[in-house]
Antibody
Framework: EVQLVESGGGLVQPGGSLRLSCAASGFTFSSYWMSWVRQAPGKGLEWVANIKQDGSEKYYVDSVKGRFTISRDNAKNSLYLQMNSLRAEDTAVYYC???????????????WGQGTLVTVSS | EIVLTQSPGTLSLSPGERATLSCRASQSVSSSYLAWYQQKPGQAPRLLIYGASSRATGIPDRFSGSGSGTDFTLTISRLEPEDFAVYYCQQYGSSPLLTFGGGTKVEIK
């Protein structure tokens, strides 16, 4: 059974940092693109970042470029999101999601974790 | 960036009725690279449709997707009580940069 379990969320002050983790199990983690998707309270879904199977390619939504860094450790079956210079508008539930590839490129999300809440507030 | 606009924002229907949800793209989505998800309160999204019209594993056949280019539709043929939720479309035609629509809430009338 595919499982994705996020951790690391919490309350942080504006300008602060937080590192999210996602523990994957039930599939060959190193064979899949992985993504972070967020959802602000009462709002819709927003793709944040994704990373290729071997970590050689990483992409970000414009609003987090230069502040967030996605990474992975295939030996530990884990995905990470380092979030720096956090702003109030980064407040959201952050989901880890597995991506099905389409001709080698990330496509749609077939499995999701339950999410971890990040609150940026003073 | 491809912007996806979903309509209506809210759809009020009764169980047994047909639901038709629209997703319009700001530019053509190549090869119908569009997916649909269902999200219930407090839960993670669930994949329903990919490739505009292919049902994901375990999805009932009352859910169907259609469309191409800039106009896509999710149809629920007969609403069951468990289908009242929020639905999102997502494009991967501009992969690896991915975008979601704003969502349509299907509520009980």
């Amino acid at each position: 059974e595919v499982q994705l379990v996020e951790s690391g969320g919490g309350l942080v002050q504006p300008g602060g940092s937080l590192r999210l983790s996602c523990a994957a199990s039930g599939f060959t983690f190193s064979s899949y693109w992985m993504s972070w998707v967020r959802q602000a309270p009462g709002k819709g879904l927003e793709w944040v970042a994704n990373i290729k199977q071997d970590g050689s390619e990483k992409y970000y939504v414009d609003s987090v470029k230069g502040r967030f860094t996605i990474s992975r450790d295939n030996a530990k079956n884990s995905l990470y999101l380092q979030m720096n210079s956090l702003r109030a508008e980064d407040t959201a539930v952050y989901y880890c999601a597995r991506e099905k590839a389409n001709w080698g490129s990330p496509a749609y999300f077939d499995y999701w974790g339950q999410g971890t809440l990040v609150t940026v507030s003073s | 960036e491809i912007v996806l606009t979903q309509s209506p924002g809210t759809l009020s229907l009764s169980p047994g009725e047909r639901a038709t949800l629209s997703c319009r793209a700001s530019q053509s989505v190549s090869s119908s690279y569009l997916a649909w998800y269902q999200q219930k309160p407090g839960q993670a999204p669930r994949l329903l449709i990919y490739g505009a019209s292919s049902r994901a594993t375990g999805i009932p056949d009352r859910f169907s997707g259609s469309g191409s280019g800039t106009d896509f539709t999710l149809t629920i043929s007969r609403l069951e009580p468990e289908d009242f939720a929020v639905y999102y479309c997502q494009q991967y035609g501009s992969s690896p940069l991915l975008t979601f629509g704003g969502g349509t809430k299907v509520e009980i009338k």
